[in-house]
């Protein structure tokens, strides 16, 4: 477990388990009542439908761009609320893409995908969670104004936050017209 320093829910015991399994565990040791439900696949173009066909939404919390590309086309074309996270060092940033109404990441990302690993502090995921579960629980509410067609940056070094505005590309390859996932 190379980012030990910024998971929650595992510890140096659960070294060698399937974060699945130790999550898991620990979510319910909080609330027994809660039903969770485990997915042990690397996400991919094949199986990403199956994945998450019958959600009602998909929070991104992975560590690198081109599983994100995947799972963001996957939302678009499911029409599935998608509540964007990403961290690097003691940045980070959120955003909240509602198909068919915001804009989503290929509008905002356009070049090609890093597969370097990023260095993080812990306080950074941390950060970006809380906003991201902000962001759901307004959305499910209906309360508040989202982070559609906006990025909220955290700059952990400053302590500040800024945003700026992301606008829609109605010639986008994932939301601009209903592509095949590919």
């Not at 979510?27 to 019958?54: A, C, F, P, W």
């Not at 502090?121 to 962001?135: R, S």
């Not at 629980?137 to 700059?155: A, E, F, P, S």
Request: proline content about 2%; overall charge neutral; aromatic content about 8%.
């Amino acid at each position: 477990m190379s980012n030990l320093n910024r998971q929650i829910l595992h510890w140096e015991k659960d070294i060698g388990r399937k974060k699945v399994e130790s999550g898991s565990e620990k979510l319910k040791k909080i609330n027994r009542d809660i039903q969770v439900d485990t997915i042990y696949h690397v996400i991919s173009n094949e199986n990403v439908l199956s994945m998450v066909t019958g959600y009602d939404l998909i929070v991104d919390a992975l560590d690198n761009m081109a599983t994100r590309y995947i799972l963001n086309k996957a939302a678009v074309d499911l029409d599935i609320p998608f509540f964007h996270g990403a961290v690097h060092g003691f940045e980070g940033r959120a955003m909240t893409i509602l198909p068919g109404v915001s804009a989503c990441l290929r509008c905002m990302y356009k070049g090609t995908v890093d597969k370097e690993k990023f260095p993080v502090i812990g306080v950074a995921p941390a950060m970006i969670g809380i906003i991201q579960a902000t962001e759901v629980i307004k959305y499910i509410l209906g309360i508040g104004r989202l982070l559609t067609d906006r990025m909220l940056i955290y700059d952990g070094l400053n302590m500040s936050f800024s945003e700026f505005t992301v606008t829609r590309n109605l010639q986008c390859d994932h939301c601009g017209s209903k592509g095949s996932l590919s």
